[in-house]
């Protein structure tokens, strides 16, 4: 499958809920540049708060992971995003798979609950897909997106 993924995944404690350490973790990017090489592409970008929301880039291989299913229909991607398992809240009503046209892209977002298996401390996380069907430009992602799904919910 000709597809330019990015995952962009920001992660924080309690700590990081409120004031000012709340402040700098909303102020980090949910795009970033891509490297110079060709789709498919998987680029992740990883920015914890015990790192202080400095980014973490890789690419990995193989392209594509099990949190999105994607399959071609009819000469446009289909793409799924799948939400984990182990996340809070749950969600019972999920919005269906899109379908993008050869050079589209878009950008999809969803947060999780966590409870640490150590000391039941709870962890919060936000993942950005961003998601393109074919190559793109390196800074495509760094725009607005043309189709937006927006699957975060009140985390307390």
């Known amino acids: 499958m000709d597809a330019v993924v990015q995952w962009v995944r920001t992660s924080w404690t309690k700590r990081s809920r409120g004031g000012a350490e709340a402040t700098r973790r909303n102020a980090v990017p949910v795009s970033f540049a891509l490297p110079a090489r060709a789709a498919p592409l998987t680029h992740e970008v990883d920015m914890a708060e015990a790192d202080g929301f400095e980014p973490r880039e890789r690419l990995i291989s193989p392209p594509y992971r099990s949190e999105v299913r994607l399959r071609p229909v009819d000469g446009q991607l289909r793409v799924e995003l799948i939400a984990s398992a182990w996340g809070?809240?749950?969600?019972?009503?999920?919005?269906?798979?899109?379908r993008l046209a050869h050079g589209e892209?878009?950008?999809?977002?969803?947060?999780?609950?966590?409870?640490?298996?150590t000391d039941g401390a709870w962890l919060y996380r936000l993942d950005t897909l961003n998601l393109a069907h074919g190559a793109v430009p390196a800074d495509t992602f760094l725009g607005e997106p043309p189709r937006f799904i927006d699957e975060r919910a009140h985390l307390r």
């Open 88 to 98: 809070m809240p749950r969600r019972h009503r999920r919005p269906p798979a899109v």
């Open 105 to 117: 892209w878009l950008r999809w977002q969803i947060n999780y609950r966590f409870i640490r298996a």
